[in-house]
């Protein structure tokens, strides 16, 4: 079991920034890719970046992509969202998940309860 505690959030203007961060416990962190995910009122659960075991290698939702940047600090069991220049539709509650099918876009085996970030226009 990995348990996950997401931070960060919050009500920013449009073109702020916020940093989500996500707590890891439990079994080894630096083993489970990790990814972010997002899930707007009335919409889907849907992807937003990942990162490998290692943080060698990124991915990123087209929607997001030159803006937010995904990280992990494997030592501290902590995995990171750094979000630029954000925009109303970004509104949504962020959830982070690990497991390697994050890395294609798919849910993870395990996610957080989930962190409320509101960008007003």
């Known amino acids: 079991q990995v348990q996950l505690v997401e931070s960060g959030g919050g009500l920013v203007q449009a073109g702020a920034s916020l940093r989500l961060s996500c707590a890891a416990a439990?079994?080894?962190?630096?083993?489970?890719?990790m990814g972010w995910f997002r899930q707007a009122p009335g919409k889907e659960r849907e992807f937003v970046a990942a990162?490998?075991?290692?943080?060698?290698?990124?991915v990123y939702a087209n929607s997001v992509k030159g803006r937010f940047t995904i990280s992990r600090d494997n030592a501290k069991n902590t995995l990171f969202l750094q979000m630029n220049s954000l925009k109303s539709e970004d509104t949504a509650v962020y959830f982070c998940?690990?497991?390697?099918?994050?890395?294609?876009?798919?849910?993870?085996?395990?996610w957080g309860q989930g962190t409320q970030v509101t960008v007003s226009s």
């Open positions: 990162i490998t075991w290692s943080g060698s290698s990124t």
């Open positions: 439990g079994r080894t962190f630096s083993n489970y890719a």
């Open positions: 998940a690990a497991g390697w099918r994050v890395l294609d876009g798919n849910p993870g085996d395990y």
